[in-house]
């Protein structure tokens, strides 16, 4: 089997010039130069699609004139079916790398729409998972928003409730003051009274009541001085026009004093005690002092005191 033939053969087949020609003619022009296994070979390589860089024309070296005529005929005969068989073979297997082929290319586009698919599925669902993000935050930032506003709302109700409460608290302590203040005004005021009833005259009325006078006036000047909140119950004033009366200790205890030695010392804290007693001697030193009295009736005023 000759190579070069072959190669030949297959430049023939593939020769412009002769693209004219049917295939049965030229196969019936190479069955004269070839052997069949030369043909075959040819005809088998034509059908698989081998490519070659150059034609040429046919010549008349292919045949074999060494073969005797009834030799070439028989190999011409026997040609002709392996050429019948490898171009049925040849076309089959053609239709079938075709089909493969398409078959691929099908896949192929098959893939490549179910990859454009799943892309444009996992941007509709990224798509989808953003707004469902975005809605999510909307409702933390509105649930956020609404607590921050009632918290602030709390807040503010905490706060007027707790000053609500010093309200009551303060009122509360104002209310027991003035409880305090009209039960210590009350008790003074009866103690007052019988602190007055004891005097037989007008003139030792007015001479207890100056001096205490001046002794509460002088201590409402500066309440928390230690030098002057206190009496000295030595002092002649104090033994001339006070001690003779029996309630004048109990008038100074109702006043916020306390007994300390020989003096009587005034606690700061009481000071409204102290203001309701000066305000009863002011007022009953006023009313004996602007009253017109005569003996008699001066004389009356005691008695009346004395029924106390």
Known sequence: ??????????????????????LDKKIEFLKTKLTPEE?????????????????FEPTQDLGTPLDPPQQIATKSNWGWVRTLGAGII??????????????KNKKSKVGQLERVNSFSTFEQRKYELDM?????????NKIERLINKHTEAFENLSKQIASLKNSIENLKDTQEKLANSLNNSTENCQVFNQFVSQFNSLD?????????KFYFQNILTS???PQRNKINMTNEDYKNNLSPNRMI???????GFHLKGIFMEFDPTQLSSLQ?????????????ENSELTPESSSDLIQENNKF
């Not at 040849?90 to 078959?103: D, F, T, V």
């Not at 200790?249 to 006043?255: A, C, F």
């Open 90 to 103: 040849g076309a089959i297997g053609s239709a079938m790398i075709l089909n493969k082929r398409e078959n």
């Open 276 to 288: 309701s007693t000066f305000t009863l001697i002011q007022n009953e030193i006023d009313q004996l």
């Open 249 to 255: 200790r109990r008038l100074l205890e109702v006043s």
């Open 132 to 140: 469902a993000l975005l809605e999510g935050q909307r409702n933390d």
């Open 204 to 212: 030792k009325t007015l001479s207890a009541l100056n001096t205490l």
């Open 223 to 225: 309440p928390a001085n």
């Open 39 to 55: 043909l075959d070979k040819v005809l088998k390589k034509f059908n698989e699609g081998e490519e070659f860089t150059k034609y």
């Open 1 to 22: 089997m000759s190579e070069h033939k072959i190669q030949k053969g297959l430049l023939f087949l593939k020769n412009p010039k002769v693209a004219k020609m049917p």
